[in-house]
């Protein structure tokens, strides 16, 4: 009985606890008011919820956003900040295009290359040549949806699908918005071709993506990855150029930071001295905002990258749809390798030079050393060339050494000119034009064979740091004729100079100064208003010590033969061609001829009488 009387009053308690509860839970249930206020807060919090998936669903150009596909949240977050793109499964993964020539590794998310590999070249420290890795690229289409969403395709994840065409890989690449509507990204691959193609297109997505004009963008990003020894060097030929108006070869500035907005574009190349990666396009982009930063502060082992590039391109739909055609080139700048996409023209990707200088250079040089070093080591090949460039220049070499061999000997009536008027500078002037008037010899005349070896010299200059066949091609102490050599390791940096000791640049510096010295440091007297020629005697060769420090070393080889070779051509014409004797007896025998002054002489000497007269009228 007593077992029961416990149940009863534990049954009695657990009833009058709960009619307790129900009457505090009547006492405290929210008026209409309070109700209606808990609504109001309730479609706030999920007014600003939307808000901030809206705003996490445009991603700013250079942002990716990260997703952890572990975590079913951040999927589902993801999922919604993409809104109908949301049907392609989050999947991360790679697909491999690779030939002979070119590794290329394409990510499923953003369905753009995330690595690309040289198979067949390495750096200077012996590392394969990238030019995407890491991060260091993106490329990526922005463009807003029908729900007022701006994506970028570099954060959508694309289904990967690999096949065939013929011999050629083909790999396509779908954001699906359902099973038969979907942006696509097309690559195809050809066997031992660095021409990969590249197609971008849709399919039912009209009214999915909003057809604005111009509110579609591509947006591609490089950061140049130093392949060379001296960064500064490479720096100096790592630049953005650009074809446009139906053939027009354009550049950014490889010196500073620099930006332009170019119309009908038919290709873009980010150029890295020796390699470089180009988008071109079959129909032309309307426009393109094209921009450059240089990242090189100074030389050193630690710098890893060079240059930043960017451009965003704007493109249209036709009828609702993306269609585009483009190209990928990811290879060496190699006149020989560009030179057969003549479709697209990309072989002007490589800077000559300008004008004649650039002509020179391409078609005569470039070709000529291709034949020499097809069957001689490349830097014989280089000496070669040189040998045979200075002997067709010997010509212009003898009317300038004649002219100094004049100059010589009117030296001594110069020099007795110059004490007669030694107190009148003007009158002292006067008289060396007409002495050198009477004997037929023009002071200027061995400044025109110089002027006609400029575009010779310009092109040369040219023609080293493009050529790709000589890199790192060795020769004697030098393992890179692409590139500076060096016999010595500095334990400080000189200024303008470097941290090493090239050997090149001094021997051709001791060349120049030998022929500096036989051509100008002895010969020609000083005039009133020239420049000192003996102190130019000693600034040429130190210039070139300092300049070419850090220059390819085939350049430095080149003016060293050419100037031991002009040396030698000087030389003979000197001791076995021209005879002194012969020179003074034709100069005296001018002398003796009427000279008829042509209408420029005659000014020049009207004007100089008529400053001598007015110099004499303010001494009275």
């Known amino acids: 009985m007593e077992e029961k009387k416990i149940d009863l009053n534990s049954i009695i308690g657990f009833v009058l606890i709960f009619g307790i509860l129900i009457y505090m839970f009547y006492q405290n249930k929210p008026t209409p008011e309070q109700l209606e206020a808990e609504k109001a807060k309730q479609e706030q919090l999920a007014e600003e919820k939307a808000a901030e998936l809206e705003k996490t669903a445009t991603v700013p150009v250079n942002q990716t956003v990260a997703v952890d596909l572990q975590d079913s949240t951040a999927v589902a977050n993801y999922k919604n900040t993409i809104g109908s793109f949301g049907f392609t499964e989050a999947s991360e993964g790679t697909t491999v295009l690779e030939n002979e020539l070119v590794f290329l590794e394409v ?125 500064q060097y490479e720096n100096r030929y790592t630049e953005m150029m650009y074809n446009y108006e139906d053939g027009k070869i354009d550049y950014l500035s490889a010196a500073s930071d620099d930006e332009e907005t170019e119309e009908d574009v038919k290709w873009l190349s980010y150029k890295q001295h020796f390699f470089t990666s180009i988008l071109a396009t079959k129909k032309n982009f309307k426009t393109a905002d094209i921009s450059t930063e240089n990242l090189v502060e100074d030389e050193g082992k ?62 005569i040089f470039t070709p000529f050393y291709s034949f020499l070093s097809s069957f001689l080591p490349y830097g014989l090949a280089i000496v070669i060339m040189t040998i045979l460039v200075r002997l067709a220049m010997s010509p212009v070499t003898y009317k300038s050494y004649l002219s100094q061999a004049k100059m010589k000997v009117l030296k001594p009536e110069i020099t007795e000119l110059g004490e007669k008027y030694k107190d009148n500078a003007m009158k002292k002037q006067q008289e060396t034009m007409k002495l050198y008037g009477k004997a037929g010899v023009s002071p200027m005349s061995g400044c025109v064979p110089a002027l006609l070896q400029m575009p010779i010299f310009y092109a040369l200059f040219m023609f080293f740091p493009t050529s790709f066949a000589l890199r790192q091609k060795s020769f004697l102490w030098a393992d890179d004729l692409s590139s500076y050599d060096s016999i010595a390791q500095l334990p400080f940096e000189i200024p ?10 001094i021997l051709a510096s001791i060349a120049i100064f030998f022929y500096m010295m036989m051509t100008t440091g002895q010969n020609m007297p000083s005039q009133p208003g020239m420049p000192n020629m003996k102190f130019i005697m000693y600034l040429m060769p130190l210039m070139m010590l300092f300049f070419f420090n850090n220059y390819a070393s085939g350049l430095s080889l080149y003016y060293f033969v050419s100037n031991l070779i002009t040396i030698g051509i000087m030389l003979v014409i000197k001791n076995f061609i021209l005879d002194n004797d012969k020179i003074h007896a034709q100069i005296q025998e001018n002398k003796l001829k009427p000279k008829k002054e042509n209408k420029f002489q005659k000014k020049m000497r009207e004007m100089m009488e008529q400053a001598e007269a007015q110099k004499k009228a303010g001494k009275r």
Not at 175 to 193: G, H, I, T
Not at 313 to 325: D, V
């Open 107 to 231: 990510s499923n998310k953003g369905g753009q290359i995330v690595e690309a590999k040289m198979k067949n070249f390495v750096t200077y420290d012996s590392i394969p040549v990238y030019l995407i890795k890491d991060g260091n690229a993106s490329f990526g289409m922005e463009f807003t949806t029908a729900n007022n969403r701006t994506l970028n395709t570099k954060d959508l994840y694309f289904e990967p699908t690999v096949s065939k065409n013929g011999s050629n890989q083909v790999l396509s690449l779908k954001a699906k918005v359902s099973p038969n509507k979907f942006l696509e990204y097309r690559y195809e691959m050809k066997p031992d071709d660095y021409l990969v193609d590249f197609t971008i297109r849709s399919q039912g997505l009209n009214g999915v993506i909003v057809n604005n004009g111009n509110d579609i963008n591509l947006n591609w990003k490089l950061k140049g990855i130093r392949h060379n020894k001296s960064v």
């Open 302 to 363: 630690d710098v890893a990258f060079t240059k930043n590039f960017a451009a965003s391109i704007p493109i249209t739909m036709e009828g609702g749809e993306l269609s585009e055609n483009l190209n990928w080139y990811y290879g060496p700048a190699d006149e020989k390798v560009l030179s057969k996409y003549e479709e697209y023209g990309l072989d002007d990707t490589i800077y000559f030079g300008w004008g004649i200088f650039g002509w020179i250079n391409r078609y």
């Open 496 to 505: 303008f100079y470097g941290d090493h000791v090239s050997l090149f640049p």
